[in-house]
Structures are given as structure tokens and as C-alpha cells.
């Protein structure tokens, strides 16, 4: 403990605590046992008075280390916020994990709340305060696309006082959205469609001196981290370029997408063998035409069919729905009806997906006696001598077959991210796909890295040039919980490159991205964390002169906060952090650690529990996410279900903190198992942190060769995926593992 700490305990009473402990007993813990200066108790700890005795021993007897052993850290937060530069808070949760889930006033449930009380010293005893990190930042946001959603990024960037440059590869701004017709109508009655409002967004970002616009121009290289983004650009003017470079806080992927290749579509569809089917993005360049005409001869098109899904909803194309497609279908026929009030248009749908106020969009649609829509599956697509098409449908509505005859085939042919390379099937790429893997062999065993070649962004990181995705190539973090977050802190992905969307929906989109990019820059400025633990102003220390440049943490980092140098050895870039503790737990040196959470405060908790010497039920330490794993003991508690009693609970901020000496130090404490409770992973979800659940897996299955040599069963060690809201089945879960360990025997080390 350091010399100029002074921790305070304030046990509080209230919420049954004081019906179901001892606090007698707790206060006993932290004074004579733990001999902590000063301990006191109070009935309404939360309360206004409650708070201002610990205020008045903040100020009157030098408390600055806080510990408030009472009601869940996740709640009462506003209450107990001390200033984080000067003092540490750590919260000891004997209400929900305590007093809420055990018999009240039994030994089992006072060893519990004790031992919760001794780990909570603990930690707190091995953390200071962390030393916010500020820093001058660069209040400039570098949006990357000039369509929709990077005018309307650049737009609201500026609008809130920000400046903003956009690169734009085309020799003119609008994108897609300068390429259409008419759009959708969006107010009663939803039967006329509406000019483009792209050309006003357009006037609005030249019209603006707080945005500069770069076109025919490409990015050659982002380097650095939020706050201070180095940017070099290839800016092409006439036959010559030159190369510009400038720095941004923050950076907007806006850079759209593309319409799947319909080449693909052939050998069922007949593109590219018939000339009268096209697709949606061909059938707005024939309607900027002026008369929506046959692409084969110029003839007025009398009968239009227009397919939707072709490719999409198919595993063997695009395996997704793109949104937009009923919608789009919708309005390209009534531009065939505008253009001939004779012509007709048949809309042949596996679903028609129109959401939120586009309903009422379809019902005018319906309304239009020359528009005719029917659920079905298309048999076979044929051309006539005359260049028509003869389109033979399933029709589910009728239940029999039907033959219709038209002057052109739509095809709906979908969306994809601009992300992904020309060529490239969304099927076909992982999650963590962003190039070729190639494996280097280091001196701790063979390590993958990416062989990526230059896309978009062409970022200067150890983890390649791209964005990392996730499905089908999006550049997601977190598809549940943060919505625009990237896998790189301070770019954040808007518009249809994210997923598929509309103008509409694109627009909303950007001006989220717009704000989370502002407030990435403010937060930078401070040295806080953006999310998920938002407000962290703690930073990983690096103790590099015993560093073996085993490269685990450049690798493992889910947010590419590492490079390295010529020697592999890891060079930081703080601002990229997330606090999530990863690189710390793949360092098999231990060399990594920040202020307030560190190996060594982990392994000092398990250290310091009141392991029983002997006893016939299993004694269980469980190492839990604060994410997800720890708020379902919360709600555990507050719907009052009984736990196991003979487990202890230490919360990590991300299981891909664990680091593998907590396994031995657990085990050779006579501990008799160890749990992990985390994130569910997989194709169907993810971390908070990414991958963090996925890697403590990884690391635990080389926990065997560990366990060996203390003659322990690997399965004493175990791993489980839990959400939130499976918070029901901990009883369970808990009960399970214990009665696994029961057929181990107690663990040979106890009363060592």
C-alpha cells in the first residue's frame, strides 16, 4: 500500500442488508483484520447525509481511497462519484450478490459478505488513482465519401461548430443519390413521388467555409489515433495530382455501396444474354432518360416485370435482404406508369418489405390499377423472336403457374458494402476477414497475421489497412450495443456501407456518426475512454524492459491500439484504447497493467479469501464480465434467487483480461474450481470488447499443460456464455459445476 493512501470503509445498512449481516462482523474485517484507518457504518448510505460522511472524511481525514461496501456498482453511480484524478472508488456489492441472494444471518452468507469486503480492500490497496492523459486535439472530422450520408456528416459536423474535409473519389459530389430519378414519397398520402434533395446537400457543403471537399481524390495513408489523425491524400487535378496532407480528430467512412453484379445472375435471370433485363440501379438510368423505353431498341416499354430478391436471400449471392429493393421496385413502377398511362407493371415478390411509414407507401402503390403485385417464384425467364421477354411465374396468391409477356425484366439485385473488393462474394468472408492470413513463427509458437493489400482507408496499423467486419463485410463493432462503433476507435462507419439503407435512413445514420465522431474528440481531449467504459481515464503501463517481443498483445488487441517496431517489440497509441484489459491478459510476462486494474490485483483477491481448509462442498472462485456476466447476478438478486453459497465472484472488465497465472494461483490456493462467465460469442453474437469471451476460451484450452503440472483436472476450469437476460439460469449453471467438482474430490492443495 502506498505511503500517502488512506482507505476509508462505509458499510451501509439499509435495502435488508442490515436484516441479513453481521456489520459487527464486516467492521471487524476491515479493522482488525485488514487494519484499514478508518470504518464506519450508516443507514442510508446513498442519502445526501450518507454521502457527506464520506465527503467529510475525504476532506478532514485524508480518505482517498473510497470504499463503499453496499449496493451494486452499477447503480447509485451519481451518488458516489468522487473525483477519479484524485481518489479511487471501489464498490462491494453485498446486497445483490449478498443480502439479496443468500438466507439471511447464516455463517455461509457472513463468510461471503467478508470475503467480498477482503477483495474489495484488496483491489482497492493495488489501485491508484489513473493520471488523465489530456492532450491537444485536432477538431477537424475527415469524412471519406461524398454521397448522402458523408454530405449530411460533413453538414451536421459543421453545424455544431466542427470542421470538416471530405474526399470524394469521383470528380462530383452526391453518389448514388445524384444517379436517381425520383425518390420515395414521405408524407400523406404517399402517392407522389419526390424530386431528389441530393442537389440542396450538395449546394449546402460548397456553400459552407467550414468544409473543404477534395475530389478525384483517393487516401493514401491514415496514420496515428483519435485526436490526431495524419491523413495523406493523392488529390488528382487534371492529368497531374499532388499529394496533401493534414490532420483530423476523428474520421466518417461514408463510402456507400454497390449493386451486387448481376453477371452472376445469368444463367437464371438472363442478364447479359437478354438486353432487355436490367437491373434496379439501370432501370433509374433509363427513367433519367425521360421515357422508360426497351434498352434493345428504343421502343416504349408497354409491359415491365420486376423481380425482387434475384440473388438476394440466397446463400449462394447475397445471403441478406437489402431493405430498400420492395421499396425501390415500388417507385420505378410508377415511373413506368408516369411515363405510359397504358403501360403496365407487375411486381413479383417473395416478401414485400416496406418499413415504418413506407407501408403506406405500398397501399398507394396498390391503388394504382396498372400496377399488379403478386407473391411468387419465378420458373424460367425466355426471350421471344421480337426481343420480349416471357417471364413464367409461380403465383402463390392464385396457386397455379401464370406466363407474362414484357417489354423488360427488373431484376432487384441488392446491395453490398463498398468495403468489400470487386470480385469478392459476401458469403465468402469471415468476420475477421481483411485479407489473407499468412503465420510467422516467433519463439512462442506460430502467430497469424494479415497479408492485406491497400482498399479505402489505408490505415497505418499493425492489423492492417481495413476495417475489420463483420458479417457479409460491414464494418461494424457491435451490432447490439454500439451502433456506428468500429473495431477503430475514432472512425466510425455511416450510411449503406455500414448496412444497407436508404436516403433516409442514410441520412439519420450519418448524423449519428457525425455526433459519436464529436464526441470521440472531446472525450480524447480528456484522456476518457468513448465506450464501452466511457469515462475511463485509465491508460495500459508497458514495463518494456522485460518484454520478450512475443507479440501476443499486437495481435490479440481487438482495436489495433498496438504496433511494433523492427523488433517486434509493442508500441502504443493510448487514444486507440478501450480499457479492456486483452493486451494484459495475453502477456505471458505480466508485464502490462494499468493504475487500477492489473494481474497482480487479481491474483492478490484470490489470495486474500478465507479458503476453507476442508468441507465436502466444492469452494469456487468465478471470474466474471462486468458487461454482461455481473449485471445477471444483479438481476439475480433483485429477483431474490437463492445461490450457491460457496462461490465468490471477482469481476473483470472483459474475460479477455484472464490472464493464465490466476488459474494457478487460484488452484494452488487449494481453491477447488475455477469459473469463467462471459460474453456469448459466435456467429450470433458477440462481446462488448469483440472477441474477449472467444480468446479467454482459446487461452483456457491450453490450460491443460498448467494443470498437469499441479496434478489438477483440467476440468476444474471452466468456461460459460452467458447473456444478460439468461440471468434465471445462474442457480443452475453454478449448481452444475459444483456438482462436476464433486467428483474430483476436494483440491489437494487446501490447507497449503
Request: proline share 5%; aromatic share 8%; net charge negative.
Amino acid at each position: 500500500m502506498a505511503d500517502n493512501s488512506k482507505i476509508g470503509v462505509y458499510i451501509c445498512t439499509d435495502c435488508g442488508i442490515g436484516e441479513s449481516l453481521s456489520i459487527e462482523g464486516l467492521e471487524k474485517v476491515a479493522k482488525s483484520e485488514l487494519h484499514v484507518p478508518v470504518c464506519k457504518s450508516h443507514p442510508f448510505l446513498c442519502s445526501d447525509d450518507g454521502v457527506q460522511v464520506i465527503r467529510d472524511d475525504i476532506n478532514k481525514e485524508g480518505v482517498n481511497k473510497i470504499v463503499i461496501a453496499a449496493c451494486s456498482a452499477r447503480v447509485n453511480t451519481d451518488m458516489f462519484d468522487f473525483d477519479q484524478s484524485l481518489y479511487v472508488t471501489e464498490r462491494v456489492n453485498i446486497r445483490e450478490h449478498v443480502a439479496w441472494t443468500q438466507p439471511p444471518n447464516t455463517e455461509p452468507t457472513q463468510a461471503i459478505a467478508n470475503d467480498n469486503l477482503r477483495m474489495g480492500v484488496m483491489r482497492i490497496s493495488k489501485s491508484e488513482a489513473p493520471v488523465p492523459n489530456t492532450t491537444d486535439v485536432e477538431r477537424t472530422i475527415l469524412v471519406v465519401g461524398g454521397g448522402n450520408a458523408g454530405l449530411t456528416a460533413a453538414i451536421e459536423a459543421a453545424s455544431a461548430g466542427y470542421k470538416a474535409v471530405i474526399v470524394e473519389k469521383a470528380s462530383s459530389l452526391g453518389g448514388w443519390a445524384k444517379k436517381n430519378y425520383k425518390g420515395y414519397p414521405v408524407k400523406p398520402p404517399f402517392n407522389e413521388l419526390l424530386a431528389p434533395s441530393i442537389d440542396s446537400k450538395v449546394k449546402a457543403v460548397e456553400g459552407n467555409p467550414a468544409i473543404k471537399v477534395y475530389l478525384n481524390s483517393k487516401i493514401l495513408q491514415i496514420a496515428g489515433e483519435p485526436g490526431m489523425f495524419d491523413v495523406k491524400i493523392d488529390n488528382a487535378k487534371g492529368e497531374s495530382s499532388s499529394e496533401e496532407t493534414f490532420r483530423v480528430g476523428a474520421v466518417i467512412m461514408a463510402t456507400g455501396w454497390k449493386p451486387y453484379d448481376a453477371s452472376q445472375l445469368s444463367a437464371f435471370y438472363g442478364y447479359g444474354r437478354y438486353k432487355n433485363v436490367v437491373t434496379n440501379v439501370e432501370m433509374e438510368a433509363i427513367a433519367l432518360k425521360g421515357k422508360i423505353a426497351r434498352p434493345s431498341d428504343g421502343k416504349p416499354a408497354k409491359s415491365v416485370v420486376f423481380l425482387q430478391c434475384a440473388g438476394q436471400r440466397d446463400e449462394n449471392h447475397i445471403p441478406y435482404c437489402s431493405v430498400v429493393c420492395c421499396n425501390v421496385s415500388l417507385k420505378q413502377a410508377k415511373y413506368v406508369r408516369e411515363s405510359n398511362a397504358d403501360a403496365g407493371a407487375y411486381i413479383i415478390y417473395k416478401d414485400m418489405r416496406t418499413p415504418g411509414i413506407y407501408e403506406n407507401f405500398y397501399k398507394a402503390t396498390q391503388d394504382d390499377p396498372g400496377i399488379f403485385l403478386a407473391k411468387g417464384e419465378v420458373r424460367a425467364i425466355e426471350e421471344a423472336p421480337d426481343g420480349s421477354l416471357l417471364v413464367d411465374i409461380d403465383n402463390q396468391l392464385l396457386g397455379k403457374d401464370m406466363r407474362i409477356q414484357a417489354d423488360i425484366v427488373v431484376l432487384a439485385t441488392g446491395m453490398v458494402s463498398n468495403m468489400l473488393p470487386d470480385g469478392m462474394a459476401v458469403n465468402a468472408v469471415t468476420p475477421e476477414y481483411v485479407g489473407e492470413l499468412i503465420t510467422k513463427k516467433t519463439q512462442d509458437g506460430d502467430i497469424q497475421e494479415l497479408n492485406i493489400f491497400p482498399w479505402t482507408l489505408n490505415l497505418k496499423y499493425r492489423q492492417g489497412p481495413e476495417m475489420p467486419h463483420l458479417k457479409y463485410g460491414f464494418p461494424d463493432s457491435h451490432f447490439i450495443c454500439f451502433p456506428y462503433e468500429t473495431r477503430r476507435t475514432g472512425i466510425y462507419a455511416a450510411g449503406a456501407v455500414r448496412h444497407p439503407m436508404d436516403g433516409l435512413q442514410s441520412t439519420t445514420d450519418a448524423t449519428g456518426a457525425a455526433l459519436k465522431a464529436i464526441q470521440c474528440i472531446e472525450l480524447t481531449a480528456q484522456g476518457k475512454a468513448v465506450h464501452p467504459r466511457a469515462g475511463d481515464t485509465s491508460f495500459p503501463e508497458f514495463r518494456l524492459e522485460s518484454c520478450t517481443q512475443c507479440r501476443r498483445c499486437t495481435v490479440e488487441c481487438p482495436f489495433g491500439v498496438l504496433d511494433e517496431d523492427e523488433k517486434g517489440t509493442p508500441q502504443a497509441h493510448p487514444y486507440r484504447c478501450r480499457r479492456c484489459g486483452t493486451c494484459m491478459g495475453a502477456c505471458p510476462q505480466r508485464i502490462i497493467s494499468f493504475s487500477n486494474y492489473s494481474v497482480d490485483m487479481i491474483s492478490a483477491m484470490l489470495k486474500s479469501l478465507d479458503v476453507p481448509s476442508e468441507g465436502e462442498e466444492p469452494f469456487v472462485v468465478a471470474l466474471i464480465c462486468e458487461n454482461d456476466a455481473y449485471p445477471a447476478l444483479d438481476m439475480a438478486g433483485i429477483n431474490r434467487m437463492n445461490l450457491n453459497p460457496n462461490y465468490r465472484f471477482i469481476s473483470l472488465r472483459c474475460l479477455g483480461g484472464t490472464n493464465l497465472v490466476w488459474v494457478t494461483d487460484a488452484l494452488s490456493r487449494g481453491i477447488d474450481g475455477l469459473m469463467l462467465i462471459g460474453c456469448k460469442y459466435g456467429e450470433n453474437y458477440q462481446c462488448h470488447f469483440i472477441k474477449g469471451s472467444q480468446m479467454a476460451s482459446e487461452r483456457l484450452s491450453k490450460v491443460q499443460e498448467t494443470l498437469g503440472r499441479l496434478n489438477l483436472e483440467a476440468e476444474r476450469v471452466e468456461q460459460v456464455q452467458l447473456a444478460i437476460n439468461e440471468w434465471d439460469q445462474l442457480p443452475r449453471i453454478l449448481e452444475d459445476f459444483s456438482e462436476k467438482l464433486k467428483g474430483f474430490g476436494p483440491n489437494p492443495f487446501k490447507g497449503f
